[in-house]
């Protein structure tokens, strides 16, 4: 599959030292490479204050189902038979190394997938969310293959995890966005969803398990 280029030196800023070179960024990505059957890219965010965390896209040369099927069977992001957790997940390990080795907080902004058929965005809504709720987020996304994919009639060729609800509060319209505002939980209520055959995204309501249509920057209660 196609595969960009692009620098993977990633900076970070220090009041005291100005920019430096984050440490610990090609065993990060060799590691990843292995863990997942990618190349990887890695990138500083754009997002304001957050230019500090990281943007990781992984191109990887799998259909959503093979990804899903090798997820179920342990061999896909594993942690391999020798494993100790601690309650970690595999990236959260890898970035707790990263972290240590800088001796500051940085932090994955977003995460996306590059598969043969659908683009997976799962971006950051706290501190460490991505990296705490990944597997989880997996996990999820193969128990909803079924619906999310018309009842395996059509894969979507985008998938935005999460998009929000917004709501009135005197007055006023309130996103419910950033670690302030919301939880991990935030992850598991609506997903975004591009298909080919739509020209607008439409929305999955994962209590429901419905597809709805909606604006994704706009969901009234």
């Known amino acids: 599959m196609p595969h960009r280029q692009r620098n993977t030196k990633v900076y970070f800023s220090s ?61 896909w992001g594993s942690h391999g038979p020798h494993w100790v957790n601690n309650g970690l997940t595999l990236l959260n390990h890898h970035m707790q190394e990263i972290r240590a080795l800088n001796g500051t907080f940085i932090d994955v902004e977003e995460l996306t997938f590059q598969l043969k058929d659908c683009t997976i965005v799962i971006k950051k809504i706290a501190p460490e969310s991505v990296e705490h709720q990944l597997d989880t987020i997996l996990s999820v996304l193969a128990e909803n293959y079924v619906y999310l994919t018309r009842h395996m009639s059509m894969t979507p060729v985008e998938i935005f995890i999460p998009v929000y609800e917004e709501v009135e509060s005197e007055n006023a319209m309130l996103r419910y966005v950033g670690p302030n505002q919301i939880d991990e939980k935030g992850y598991y209520n609506y997903w975004g969803l591009y298909f080919e055959s739509d020209e607008e995204a439409l929305i999955y309501d994962l209590k429901s398990k419905n597809i709805i249509r909606g604006d994704l920057n706009l969901l009234n209660q």
């Open 15 to 75: 009041c005291k030292e100005g920019k430096k070179e984050a440490l610990g960024l090609t065993s990060l990505k060799n590691r990843l490479e292995k863990d997942y059957f990618s190349n990887i890219e890695i990138s500083n965010s754009t997002v304001c204050c957050e230019e500090n965390n990281l943007v990781i896209e992984l191109f990887c040369p799998l259909n959503l189902h093979e990804v899903l099927y090798h997820i179920q069977q342990g061999t």
